[in-house]
């Protein structure tokens, strides 16, 4: 069984910047994809950030040129760098693996989830 293990959240004020990142508990070189998904209250979880196997990246548009997905495979660990936060931010966020293969878009295409971790934006 898989585990992820998220860190890195907390209360920032809009225009920082926090560094989340995912703890694996195996080889995350044999993940076909993994990704960063948040959830506000109230609202359906979404997708953030994804990275392939090959280490093609994919951003949602209103996180797009703010954050930075990446991987680090020799310490089985995905990151999330977040700048130039937005209260819009706040949710808690999520990390999530595929290890099988098949599509890296939603949240049905992903098997293995954190325990996610809070991001709090004040205006």
């Known amino acids: 069984q898989v585990q992820l293990v998220e860190s890195g959240g907390g209360s920032v004020q809009a225009g920082g910047s926090l560094r989340l990142s995912c703890a694996a508990s195996t080889d995350t070189d044999n993940s076909h994809c993994m990704g960063w998904f948040r959830q506000a209250p109230g609202k359906d979880r979404e997708g953030v950030a994804i990275i392939e196997s090959d280490g093609y990246t994919r951003y949602a548009d209103s996180v797009s040129g703010r954050f930075t997905i990446s991987k680090d495979n020799a310490k089985n660990t995905l990151y999330l760098q977040m700048n130039s936060l937005k209260p819009e931010d706040t949710a808690m966020y999520y990390c999530?693996?595929?290890?099988?293969?098949?599509?890296?878009?939603?949240?049905?295409?992903?098997?293995?989830w954190g325990q996610g971790t809070q991001v709090t934006v004040s205006s």
């Open positions: 999530a693996a595929n290890f099988w293969g098949g599509y890296c878009q939603d949240v049905q295409d992903f098997g293995y």
